[in-house]
């Protein structure tokens, strides 16, 4: 049973083209969401960390929702630098340190 | 400063051989975690060290062994592997090992793990 599911799996932007990425998930007890960004062969790298619905985090071109059921991550204005895997990953109460992955979504923008 | 660190970046073992991953951090946290990942897959939790202790073995086969030296450091020693483990193998560390809210995990570089 799939507990976080991200959408789309694969998605390609112009440069300066605006998108969401969505990261719907079905776990109880949320402790926080997480979004990170994957570049090939590299570990992930850590972007925003979310807890309580309605909370909103900004980074450059990156902004982060929550909302009881879902997680956005705004791209305004993308570039080809922006171009990676982007990974959301909930902590439940019950599974201490256990993160639960999405299967991820590529981002492909190009000039 | 939220730096992992794991050495080697690359390895390539037979399947005789025995090798060890290392991984250090110096952000005074008190979890450390090994993950496994495929190509286009998300990383697969393989052991969770919480204060030192074991606290997560998600099954992983005995040819994989986690030692925790202290808590800045954390090795995966490796014997007898087989081509199917063939993976990037990521560090990860955390303040408290998911027992506070939004206990943010912290990645590696990885290791490229090949093998023959």
């Known amino acids: 049973e799939d507990q976080v599911t991200q959408s789309p799996e694969a998605l390609r932007l112009q440069e300066g083209e605006s998108s969401s990425l969505n990261c719907s998930y079905t776990?109880?007890?949320?402790?926080?969401l997480f979004w990170y960004r994957q570049d090939p062969g590299k570990g992930p790298e850590f972007l925003f960390t979310l807890y309580s619905a309605g909370e909103e985090k900004e980074k450059e071109r990156l902004k982060a929702t929550l909302t009881k059921k879902e997680s956005f991550l705004h791209i305004t204005a993308p570039k080809p630098e922006d171009s990676a895997t982007y990974l959301c990953?909930?902590?439940?109460?019950?599974?201490?340190?256990?993160?639960?992955f999405g299967r991820g979504t590529q981002l492909t923008v190009w000039p | 400063d939220t730096e992992v660190t794991q050495t080697p970046k690359h390895l390539v073992m037979g399947m005789t051989n025995k090798k060890s991953l290392k991984c250090e951090q110096h952000?005074?946290?008190?979890?450390m975690y090994w993950y496994k990942q495929k190509a286009k897959k998300p990383p697969e939790l393989m052991f969770v060290y919480s204060y030192e202790k074991l606290s997560i073995n998600e099954s992983v086969p005995s040819r994989f062994s986690p030692e925790c030296p202290n808590s800045s450091l954390l090795n995966l020693h490796l014997h007898a592997l087989q081509p199917e483990d063939s993976a990037l193998y990521l560090c990860?560390?955390?303040?408290?090992?998911?027992?506070?809210?939004?206990?943010?995990?912290?990645f590696g570089p990885g290791t490229r793990l090949t093998v023959l």
């Open positions: 990953a909930v902590l439940r109460g019950s599974t201490l340190g256990r993160l639960y």
């Open positions: 990860a560390s955390s303040q408290a090992g998911g027992r506070l809210k939004q206990d943010t995990q912290y």
């Open positions: 776990v109880s007890g949320l402790r926080g």
């Open positions: 952000m005074g946290h008190r979890a």
